[in-house]
């Protein structure tokens, strides 16, 4: 079986979502026999994280500018890897890899996931990245997104004809067990999972609790923890909010089943999917979302698994809380359908086969394929 590189910032599935997305495609990619091996980098001073078994990497520790890894040595050891590997599969943005991809002569077909667009920078700065994410864009020979609305941003106009919607998959069996009694008389539990950075908008999320009779956990770390710990105590509503920082991968499960509902209020464009939502659904719970002209509201559909409201409000979204928390009926049955459509659109059996196809028909040799875009049911 083929050799399939893969190359993004960062490794391990608590850093972010596209980490965890990309550790649950390579040991998909593994379990179908293909060989799998990873190019990131790590933040200095965090320690490694492990791959998975039959899964070959290599983190690189760099200091990180501007929330990316910068590493000297990372063009040669790009250039190495392109020689082991029939194929390069890149995670969007990422402009060291996508700087460096430029220099190598490419003897092999190129794939790239677009998770987001890169936005917060200065003008100068967006500028540079975006020129050199044009030029690498017109080298790829397939471009990957995850959900409709970003197959239409702005960085992917010039090239319709390479775009193929694969949504991400992942392994939702880990969170399908049965969801424990509620306690009648029990205040509403709401929970949040993800970076504690500011485009999630969790500052909204602590303003929306104080007209709730709900009780909030905060599961991940990040920068903006002390600045949201210093919210909360302002708001008065340290009782009744935990922050829990990161879990182990054993321990999340059984903490969403115990929720009520999931909150993401991300403020930006920067939420382009929102892969916890994913988890949240397959455990049963409704999900709260904002509308971002993202993945984000397709991920989890208004009046159907959840609720979605408008970003940076914390009156609609106490709004949409407190009609899950006090109409007991809609908010079982969103999280029904929440779980049925986590397990039958984003299966990482349905959507690894689906990524699997698009490697073999770039691997097919050229005079006897023609690559088409795929389309998500």
């Not at 914390?314 to 109409?327: F, G, M, N, S």
């Amino acid at each position: 079986m083929p050799r399939i590189g893969q190359v993004n910032k960062l490794w391990g599935r608590d850093r972010g979502g596209i980490e965890a997305v990309l550790h649950a495609s390579v040991q998909d990619l593994s379990r179908r026999g293909y060989g799998v091996e990873v190019l990131a980098c790590r933040p200095w001073r965090s320690p490694a994280r492990p791959f998975p078994p039959g899964v070959a990497g290599r983190e690189l520790a760099a200091p990180v500018v501007a929330s990316m890894p910068v590493h000297w040595e990372f063009g040669a050891e790009l250039a190495r890897l392109e020689c082991r590997c029939e194929l390069l599969h890149f995670h969007l943005p990422f402009p060291l890899a996508e700087a460096a991809a430029l220099r190598l002569p490419k003897r092999i077909p190129w794939v790239a996931t677009w998770h987001a667009e890169v936005l917060g920078r200065s003008p100068m700065v967006q500028w540079a990245q975006q020129a050199v994410s044009r030029r690498f864009l017109q080298r790829v020979d397939a471009i990957v997104v995850s959900a409709p609305a970003s197959s239409h941003s702005n960085g992917l106009r010039p090239f319709p004809e390479r775009v193929h919607l694969i949504p991400f998959g992942f392994d939702w069996r880990a969170f399908s067990g049965p969801r424990p009694r509620r306690d009648a008389g029990r205040p509403a539990q709401l929970i949040f999972v993800g970076r504690l950075v500011a485009y999630k908008g969790l500052d909204v999320l602590l303003r929306a609790l104080t007209t709730l009779p709900a009780r909030l956990q905060i599961v991940g770390e990040g920068r903006e923890r002390p600045r949201l710990q210093r919210l909360a105590a302002r708001l008065r509503i340290t009782d009744r909010v935990e922050f829990l920082g990161h879990l182990p991968d054993a321990e999340l499960p059984a903490r969403l089943a115990a929720a009520d509902v999931f909150v993401l209020p991300s403020r930006t464009a920067a939420e382009a999917f929102g892969v916890a939502q994913l988890e949240a659904m397959a455990a049963g719970l409704p999900v709260v979302n904002t509308a971002l002209a993202t993945g984000t509201d397709w991920v989890s559909l208004d009046g159907v698994t959840g609720l979605t409201v408008a970003p940076d409000n914390p009156v609609q979204l106490a709004a949409a809380l407190r009609h899950l928390i006090e109409d007991r009926d809609f908010r079982l049955a969103c999280g029904r359908r929440a779980r049925r459509r986590a397990r039958n659109l984003f299966s990482i059996e349905a959507r690894g086969a689906e990524m699997a196809a698009l490697y073999e028909g770039l691997l097919a040799p050229r005079s006897k394929m023609e690559v088409f875009p795929l389309r998500a049911s």
